[in-house]
């Protein structure tokens, strides 16, 4: 008997970084079943779609990839061998049986919520003919806990899970529908894998959840901590050099949290803090729980504790009801704030939320043209904070190689992309660049000896 060849995995990801931290622990799970990742789908014994739900077609993008899929496996049948497909993520969470009925060749649906069970999942295909296996409930066990420890190839930066799944129902958004209810995982679960990533390497570390500043999780003495809390604990592993969060939302800043930003060093003068609108009327409408004021008091307490806070913020336009001047009070807002980056989406109707089937839909082509006006106006003020830098000499973390040789691309503090000339070797490094270039979206400089301002 000739020795096995091992199993390859690839996995394709969509959406947002909670889905790619979900990959990555998916491929954790599998690798002790004997996968290593595939390049392409084309060399895969299973494919596995890890897809997002956010915005419009991103099921149709999903239908498409899988017809790609099908006629992958019926060549790799008619070869004798055999392709499982998976699909997981919030399009499968929304779409579960529905998915198996259009896409019957499809082996394995499952959730954000019952990824832990893959192996399960695999070992009954194995022996299914040919019926899908469907599992998108939301388990009474914590995933977490089921899970292997992340494997130690953490890059310079690393994402970390600490808090899942929303309460907030605001009117347009899908997420407290496919990841579920929040939760936040128990602290010393926390400190462990950031323990284990920062020894393998890791130097900064993202910390995730989809309100990620609702985090109410149990201390190591079982006791409740906060945001602040275990920023606070996290900042003592040595070898850790930086923290950061996303996504937050506005409602959910105490005052530990923000001293957080005044104490801690290591807490990176960054933070991403999403409105949607600066108009009252359609907050409201948004259930968003919050106006445009308290927005503004909250940044104002932020950058009091952090005075270089840099911000960033998504906006949606032509939210049902959104009239001219609501527009206007966001493009005020948007001027007002000064952001260092922002993202800015047309409101798509997702199905089942409570938006999407109110009256007052805005016409596509004048959610078209409030975009563009709100992107040239956020690309300005992109541009004017990233001029700033220029002639300035800033920490930045060497992350991975750029596209030209020789070259390696970090990020500074402000979580700006910074391009620099250096040697692949100093990868992990946090080194003095003085910006001499800034681009679209990055900035470029060169090394200097200078001690870090
Ligand atoms: N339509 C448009 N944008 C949306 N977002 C979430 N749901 C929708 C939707 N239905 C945007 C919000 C959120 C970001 C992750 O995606 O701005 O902050
Ligand atoms: Fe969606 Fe609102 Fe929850 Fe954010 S806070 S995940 S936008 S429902």
């Keep these: 008997m000739g020795r096995e060849l091992p199993k390859r995995v690839f996995i394709k990801t969509y959406g947002c970084q909670m889905n790619v931290y979900d990959s990555s622990r998916m491929a954790d799970l599998l690798s002790p079943l004997g996968y290593r990742s595939a390049q392409a789908p084309e060399g895969a014994d299973l494919v596995i779609l890890n897809t997002c739900h956010i915005r419009e077609k991103a099921a149709e993008k999903v239908f498409s990839e899988l017809g790609q899929l099908k006629r992958l496996k019926e060549t790799k049948g008619k070869r004798g061998g055999r392709m499982l497909i998976a699909v997981g993520g919030c399009v499968a969470q929304a779409e579960g049986a529905e998915l198996l009925a259009r896409a019957p060749f499809v082996d394995i649906v499952f959730g954000p919520q019952t990824y832990h069970r893959l192996p399960e999942f695999l070992a009954r295909a194995a022996r299914a003919c040919g019926e899908g296996i469907l599992d998108t409930s939301f388990p009474p066990e914590a995933k977490f806990d089921h899970l292997p420890d992340a494997r130690a190839d953490a890059g310079a930066s690393a994402f970390l899970s600490v808090q899942e799944g929303c309460d907030k129902f605001c009117t347009f958004c899908v997420v407290p529908y496919t990841r579920g209810a929040e939760f936040s995982r128990p602290a010393a679960q926390i400190l462990a894998e950031?323990?284990?990533?920062?020894?393998?390497?890791?130097?900064?570390?993202?910390?995730?959840?989809?309100?990620?500043?609702?985090?109410?999780?149990?201390?190591?003495?079982?006791?409740?901590?906060?945001?602040?809390?275990?920023?606070?604990?996290?900042?003592?592993?040595?070898?850790?050099?930086?923290?950061?969060?996303?996504?937050?939302?506005?409602?959910?800043?105490?005052?530990?949290?923000?001293?957080?930003?005044?104490?801690?060093?290591?807490?990176?003068?960054?933070?991403?803090?999403?409105?949607?609108?600066?108009?009252?009327?359609?907050?409201?409408?948004?259930?968003?729980?919050?106006?445009?004021?308290?927005?503004?008091?909250?940044?104002?307490?932020?950058?009091?504790?952090?005075?270089?806070?840099?911000?960033?913020?998504?906006?949606?336009?032509?939210?049902?009801?959104?009239?001219?001047?609501?527009?206007?009070?966001?493009?005020?807002?948007?001027?007002?704030?000064?952001?260092?980056?922002?993202?800015?989406?047309?409101?798509?109707?997702?199905?089942?939320?409570?938006?999407?089937?109110?009256?007052?839909?805005?016409?596509?082509?004048?959610?078209?043209?409030?975009?563009?006006?709100?992107?040239?106006?956020?690309?300005?003020?992109e541009r004017r904070f990233n001029e700033g830098f220029l002639g300035r000499v800033v920490p930045v973390l060497l992350e991975k190689a750029g596209r030209r040789s020789g070259q390696l691309v970090g990020k500074s503090p402000y979580f700006q992309s910074v391009h620099v000339m250096a040697e692949s070797g100093k990868k992990g490094e946090i080194v003095p660049v003085l910006i001499r270039e800034v681009g679209l979206s990055s900035l470029g400089g060169v090394r200097v000896e200078a001690a870090l301002a």
């Design 194 to 381: 950031a323990r284990r990533l920062a020894a393998a390497g890791a130097r900064e570390i993202m910390l995730l959840g989809q309100n990620v500043n609702a985090y109410h999780g149990a201390s190591p003495e079982g006791a409740k901590w906060g945001l602040g809390d275990l920023l606070r604990a996290l900042s003592e592993i040595p070898g850790l050099l930086r923290l950061r969060y996303t996504t937050s939302h506005p409602r959910d800043f105490d005052d530990s949290l923000i001293a957080a930003h005044r104490d801690l060093p290591k807490l990176m003068p960054q933070l991403h803090l999403p409105v949607q609108s600066g108009a009252d009327r359609v907050l409201a409408f948004m259930n968003r729980q919050h106006t445009a004021d308290d927005y503004r008091r909250i940044v104002e307490r932020l950058r009091k504790a952090r005075p270089d806070l840099a911000l960033s913020s998504d906006f949606i336009v032509g939210f049902p009801g959104e009239r001219e001047e609501d527009f206007a009070a966001t493009l005020a807002l948007v001027r007002e704030i000064g952001f260092a980056q922002a993202f800015s989406f047309k409101y798509s109707p997702r199905p089942g939320t409570p938006a999407a089937a109110v009256p007052g839909q805005v016409p596509e082509s004048q959610k078209a043209e409030r975009l563009l006006v709100l992107q040239r106006l956020i690309s300005d003020e």
